[in-house]
């Protein structure tokens, strides 16, 4: 570690341990209403997490390599090494931000669902962790270790597995059961819509090499908590530069490269219907995918095993080697996968394949030009044939934060435009149960190109993309059916773009 990293790193853990103090009562109520769920699986783990808080600190030799600065907004951490020690290293050196996460994440699924805690729990430990790869099992128990050896956390591995799968469990898996259990007055719960993307190559963009842009849309409540860097070099597989979530092992949003040239990223499928409890969670896939993928055929065989329809996406995938860029609509029950060396694929949270339509998401509707998904659509189409030969990363950052309502043909900040805030529109989404207002929308974005994968190269922006900030004060005030969100919606102030790689020991004095 450099010694300006370890000046910045002890600097830090001052009032890094101030915030564990204030957030630790709040982490034991969650535990406490969890229950005990010790079983004997888990007792061998809480022997060795017992062990490991003996030898903890910050001399803990597994944290060896890793460390962690702050930089335009993000926090950026470099993790290397085999899966238990990549774990505790993200345990030990997000703790603060894993607890707080943990408690916005958890109060978010249970107000949703209407299940209590123990009930994702319980489908963490029953249905997901049995069919988790064992590295990644490795890497959840390191980073509940590492979480304990920071804050004596009381949070355990089924809270971890339980939020890994905060996409897939409330919105996928809830539903898919409510259904089979015929529960009545089941909440209305759809599939989320996240996101803004497009991936471009050949003679679409400026050197005919790809062009791959996304802005990651959810509640602000969690998206403003979505600003982590991770650098992983692991012990096998390969090293992976991408956006995260405190806790989490993928990218989630998604938007990652890895050092044998692939380019990742996604938009979820509307409407989308179905859950294969017997499958591998969607959130071990995606990052299995990310560190053993090299090719857009590698990629999508790994996403296709144990596929359980989770967080089903339209992952959008490039190819630096090749040039080669892909768009792979994975439904359930049906896929399909387009790919050209020459051409553009945008994402906005719609699927085109009339098979996956029919299969997966039969109540989405493409032609109703009102929807947030399908106008959005139309918008990628004119922006990218606007720019069409012209597209590079700066272009690209430009477009994360365009304004224009393609169905009202005109700039609004609306639940229609690229960046999207939707806590300004009086419709909402609807298609994704959305109300009026709510305090969503587009809360961080990404870009990169070819040259800069093959340099382990990203650029990335916290905040609205197009640069706006959201305050939380007022918007409670003139929202009081919000108020729930209270206790964990903060402002989401928007940071400069900034560039990150791979390897980096500290923010360089590029913004002073
Ligand atoms: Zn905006």
Redesign the pocket.
Known sequence: MAAAAKARASSMRRPAAIAVLVLGGGALWWAGGSGSHVTAGKVSLEASIVAGQKRTGANDPRLAGAHRFEDGGWIYVHLEGDPASIGFQHGYLLAPDIEDAFQAVSAGMMHESQRDWAFFRKAAHEMLWPKIDEEYQQELAGIVEGLRARTGSKLDVDDIVAMNAFEELPDYYVPWLNKQEKVAHAPDLKSPGNCSAFVATGTWTKDGKIVMAHNNWTSYANGERWRIVFDIVPKNGHTILMDGFPGVIASDDDFGINSDGLMVTETTITQFEGWDPAGKAEFVRARKALQYAGSIDEYTKIMLDGNNGGYANDWLLGDSKTGEIAQLELGLKAYKLWRTKDGAFAGSNWARDPEVIKADAPQFEPGNLETSPNARRLRWEELLKENKGKIEVNIAEKML?D?VDSYHQKPE?NER?L?G?VDSSPRGVEVWGWAPYFPGG?VQAKATDSSMTKEMKLVARVG???G?NFLAKPFLAAHPEYAWQEPYLRDMKAGPWTEFHSGETAAPEKHQ
């Open positions: 934060g304004h900040t435009t960046c805030h587009a609205h993309p197009c706006e």
